[in-house]
């Protein structure tokens, strides 16, 4: 989806759901677009028709009908990969810095690296459109469930520290204390690797370490494990607005 109200707008990236399971992530981007397309408040309008919003909401579909036909807890891509597995980690299968740390080489493991960078349709197609349009964007944001995390790149001790660290400090604190505003959700925030782990071939590594996309942040979005990635229907709205809010305040810091 792109929504654009006028020529010259700089771009927000919103990649959801790379992660089969994790539905409430493609639940949430479809709410925030029908949001920039018919709210009428007005700090939403601002950020609706002065930004172009791009979005993705998923970014892994052979995935995502699994789940819902076959197998509610699958992670991966579906094309074969060995004799008797299916799938490669499409947030492992980036081409930057790939291989290098909290991924794995077994096509039968939920963190299979794919068979090289890029392997993957699904993540070939999303970086091959990212490179026509990257002059544009300003910030990519990626949703994925659960723990309540935000965070900022890289997800591997081999990329060493990004160019602009403190600035995504500045701005992912202040986006962090949006997420608790309206409903007391508490998130967490930092780097990957401290906050929760090293995994390489992620999708904001490369958008970070290639196009060099300047402010990149990665969400684990509701709850802390209580219902997981079965988060109950209820909880997709509040979920949307905090997050919402949080994008509101990202674009602010960003002016
Ligand atoms: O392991 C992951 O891919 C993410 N956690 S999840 O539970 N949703 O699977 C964290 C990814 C962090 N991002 C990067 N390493 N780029
Ligand atoms: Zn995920």
Redesign the pocket.
Known sequence: IKISYKQGNKGVFIESNI?AR?WVTSASATWIANELLTSNNSMIRDIAENVDWYILPVANPDGFVFTHTNNRMW?KTRMPSSAFCWGA?P??NFGHLWMTG?SSNNPCSD?YAGSGPFSEPETKALANFYLTIEKDIIAYV?F????QLL?Y????NAGGRIDNEQEHIEIGKAMQKKLAERFGTKYQFGN?VTT??V??G????WIKGVPNTPFVF?Y?MRDTGRYGFILPAKEIIPNAQETMDSLVEMVKQLR
Do not use: C, K, L, Q
Request: proline content about 3%; cysteine-free; glycine content about 10%.
């Open positions: 992660h994790e992670r980690d947030n492992r909290g963190t990626d994925h469930s659960f723990s965070m790149p890289y997800g591997t990957i929760i782990y995994a390489s992620g999708s904001i590594d990665v684990e």
